[in-house]
């Protein structure tokens, strides 16, 4: 295409909202108006289930759930009087509680105030939290946030180094729906314990945010804890920022809220229009259906061209796969669905692996964010007439001409510059976007079997650990892995057997392992004397 006939198509294809100053630019990728025709009844269909869905349809059957994120941001789309009031009163909620820990009404026992917090959570519970604290914290924050967001003890007790002399002024945040998640409550005992060494009242330093009554919220209530905010059945992980899970770091750190808000209600509402060609999200996923052949068949490379968009792309990883990662569709046909993300930052990103994306294998499309704003102040010259941000972007713009010189597809978002307003309508963009994809791809975007696969089968090998210690505590004599299995019934999972013998060993629970480890099969275990 040349090159005037391609500038026509950017501004055919330029989507422009002058309220967010938000743009949207899907002119390299390569769908005609063929394309766009075919998929109009697809979209027209996907429109009328996303408008069922804001107004309270049961959208994960396997838990008889609604799913109402979008009300968080505009509690009067709440299907009944009940619920906007419990949306209004948790969003009151949040900031008197923020108020009086900015101003020391609530604070450490002994101390004037708190200086840190400690957020305890996994999955959604910590990517968004984490996310908006790299996009948004000030420098000054009135409170520093770090996370546990894993259960590996040796990165718990580098969160726990890295607060050091604060921890007794720290507060506590643990952040789980069930109260039954093992990582968020692995990690919530670690810092009891933590605590309890340092003889400070854990429960004065605690605050729960959890589904209402759930193990969790009973804990918190009989121990005292400072201050329970709920997690609704209606909100997924994943799509939860606009929660407490979100809200209660973000306004803790001195992030405002209310505009984080605003800017994804904007946005909600921007991507209602049922023209395609004035809804965002809508065209987000015609591009995705265009460059993946609505099968997952390329990957999606995010790149945010500024260091505080950092986490945008992991965070996107789990939005975008855990939705749309689906072995069946809605009628019960093996589709295997989804669509792969990756990234980093730009242009970092152009010293590791944009050399495989302009020249290797094209199974991907680009979706690069672009900042228009370089920083606050002034900057300074590094060349005549050109600033570190003039590179900046003539790296951004240069890739993606690279690219599409290469055949490669992308698109560009556009937003003035990273504040809580465009960064809560990145969000909804996106949550918006993985809506209609699924339905326009049939598939359900608002449950995940496959991680809850993995939680059961996670299970079965730490009930299987319990069962083999048994057996090796009334054992006399070491044991071949043959030997151990069969005692313990399992004879089907000895290597599950073997990787838990040697995870006890090498972390001295009292498992003694010996012969060739080359050969696992000539090994003999027993018990510590």
């Not at 989507?15 to 109009?40: C, H, I, P, T, W």
């Not at 990103?349 to 994306?357: C, K, N, R, S, T």
Request: net charge negative.
């Amino acid at each position: 295409m040349d090159s005037a006939a391609l500038w026509q198509r950017y501004q055919d294809w330029l989507y422009y909202n002058e309220q967010l100053e938000f743009y949207l630019d899907l002119s390299r990728m390569r769908f005609d108006e063929g394309f766009v025709a075919k998929m109009k009844p697809m979209f027209d269909k996907a429109f009328e289930e996303m408008d069922a869905l804001e107004r309270g349809a049961i959208a994960n059957p396997d838990e008889n759930r609604m799913v109402g994120h979008y009300w968080l941001r505009n509690s009067d789309l709440a299907p009944t009087p009940e619920l906007k009031e419990d949306i209004d009163n948790t969003l009151e909620a949040i900031e008197a509680f923020t108020n009086k820990v900015h101003s020391g009404e609530i604070k450490p026992p002994g101390e004037a105030k708190f200086t840190d917090i400690l957020s305890i959570g996994i999955g959604g519970s910590a990517l968004g939290p984490e996310f908006v604290a790299e996009a948004l914290a000030p420098i000054d924050a009135p409170l520093a946030i770090h996370f546990i967001d894993n259960t590996d003890p040796s990165g718990i007790d580098r969160t726990i180094a890295e607060i050091g002399s604060r921890l007794n002024t720290t507060l506590v945040l643990v952040i789980s729906k069930s109260g039954g998640t093992p990582e968020t409550r692995n990690g919530m005992i670690e810092a009891k314990a933590v605590y309890e060494a340092e003889n400070l009242d854990f429960a004065a330093h605690a605050v729960a945010i959890t589904g209402k009554d759930s193990k969790l919220d009973r804990i918190a209530q009989a121990e005292g804890w400072l201050a329970s905010f709920p997690m609704y059945d209606w909100v997924g992980g994943r799509t939860s920022e606009m929660s407490a899970v979100g809200l209660v770091p973000a306004a803790l750190q001195g992030i405002d809220i209310q505009e984080m808000l605003t800017g994804a209600k904007i946005m909600d509402e921007l991507t209602r229009d049922r023209t395609l060609k004035d809804n965002p999200a809508a065209l987000l996923a015609l591009s995705w259906y265009f460059a993946t052949n609505g099968k997952g068949e390329k990957d999606m490379v995010v790149l945010p061209y500024k260091d505080s968009l950092l986490l945008f792309s992991r965070y996107l990883q789990q939005l975008v796969m855990e939705s749309l990662g689906k072995e069946k569709d809605l009628d019960g046909n093996i589709v295997h669905q989804g669509i792969a993300v990756y990234g980093n930052k730009g242009s970092t990103d152009q010293h590791a692996y944009v050399q495989q994306l302009r020249e290797g294998v094209n199974n991907f499309f680009v979706t690069f964010i672009e900042v228009l704003q370089d920083r606050t102040a002034k900057s300074p010259e590094v060349e005549a007439g050109v600033t570190s941000g003039d590179y900046l972007s003539g790296l951004l713009q240069g890739t993606r001409q690279a690219l599409y010189e290469n055949g490669r597809d992308s698109l560009t978002v556009t937003i003035p510059e990273v504040n809580p307003r465009t960064v809560g309508a990145l969000i909804a963009l996106y949550d918006r976007a993985v809506g209609l994809y699924g339905f326009l791809v049939n598939i359900n975007a608002y449950h995940q079997p496959g991680v809850e696969a993995g939680k059961k089968a996670a299970a079965s090998v730490l009930a299987l650990q319990n069962q083999i210690v048994k057996v090796l505590e009334k054992q006399t004599t070491p044991l071949s892995l043959s030997e151990l299995a069969a005692k313990a019934d399992a004879t089907a999972e000895i290597e599950a057997i073997y990787k838990i013998v040697r995870h006890l060993s090498a972390n001295d629970r009292g498992i003694v392992i010996s012969g060739n480890l080359a050969q696992p099969s000539s090994l003999k275990i027993s018990k510590a004397d």
